[in-house]
């Protein structure tokens, strides 16, 4: 964490407007009420990393090297570095797609290396957008949203129902029917944000979403994910080597060498 003025009370150390590092090692969300101490609400983080190593070629290349986390719900975080520098492992780490060699990740209380089930894990708690769509090109668009939501039970008119809701909040209504070949770039990338969506997820992860796009489509397309994050209350995490792209989260992450090198708020 960035150095900030501080008071330390003996109990807690306030940092900041709204961050509070308690004895037990969480970081909390402050809210104050009214009062004295008793009346503070502490909210525990949504994301926790504990010393997360990642080690490849039996320890030899630490692709994440002691890793030490909060992310809080509703947040809107970028995550930079250089190629190479463990951001998209980290990522990974964050979407329950890879396990760490050494340390612990809990979501939503949940304790992922104990989780036996991460696919329905990531089914309930995760969106993804990648920087390509991976869009199933025979598919229709409101069938390429209605995908995550074929594990859920629900019947084929609730299907419809929910990926319409968001293919209409991405502004994409009037292309439901068309295949993806017939959209443009940003029109393809506007379906993956609906489909990381559709399922209601706590936390949207963002790999390099504009990357493949022009300027100006990255713009909207960064827009978009924003209003989402704002309408939805959702967790965003984009990681991104751009720093006008980083800049635009409320807190930006550095990375390098697998290591946190700065971790701060953009306001």
């Known amino acids: 964490m960035a150095d900030n003025n501080f008071v330390d009370d ?9 961050i509070i590092d ?15 101490y008793d009346d503070y609400y502490y909210e525990e983080p949504l994301i926790s990393l504990f010393d997360v190593v990642k080690e490849y070629d039996k320890g030899t ?38 396990t760490p060699t050494r340390g612990k990740i809990y979501i939503d209380g949940i304790d992922l290396i104990k989780e036996k089930d991460l696919s329905e894990f990531r ?14 090109p025979n598919l229709s668009v ?14 084929n008119k609730e299907m419809k129902e929910r990926a319409s809701e968001i293919i209409t909040a991405v502004g994409l209504e009037d292309k439901k029917k068309q295949r993806p070949n017939k959209l443009s ?3 393809r990338q506007r379906v993956a944000i609906a489909r990381a969506l ?17 300027s100006k489509t990255g713009e909207l397309i960064l827009g978009l994910l924003m209003e989402m ?16 792209v980083a800049a635009l989260a409320e807190r930006t992450i550095k990375i390098k060498d697998g290591q946190i090198t700065e971790d701060k708020y953009n306001y």
């Open 61 to 98: 290349v630490k692709a994440l090297n002691g890793i030490n986390l909060d992310i809080f719900e509703g947040e809107f975080v970028s995550i930079i570095g250089p190629s190479g520098s463990g951001k998209s492992t980290l990522l990974n780490m964050l979407g329950a797609l890879d």
């Open 123 to 136: 089914q309930e708690k995760i969106g993804f957008v990648f920087q390509l769509h991976n869009l199933i």
């Open 10 to 18: 003996g109990e807690f150390i306030y940092v900041d407007k709204d």
């Open 22 to 36: 308690g004895d037990d090692g969480y970081i909390y969300n402050e809210t104050y009420i009214e009062g004295d």
């Open 185 to 187: 770039g940003g029109q």
């Open 142 to 155: 409101i069938d390429n949203v209605q995908i995550p939501l074929l594990p859920t039970g629900m019947s």
């Open 229 to 244: 994050h704002e309408r939805y209350n959702v967790t965003l995490i984009i990681v991104t080597h751009d720093n006008d």
């Open 198 to 214: 559709v399922n209601n997820p706590s936390i949207i992860l963002a790999d390099e979403p504009t990357g493949s796009l022009d």
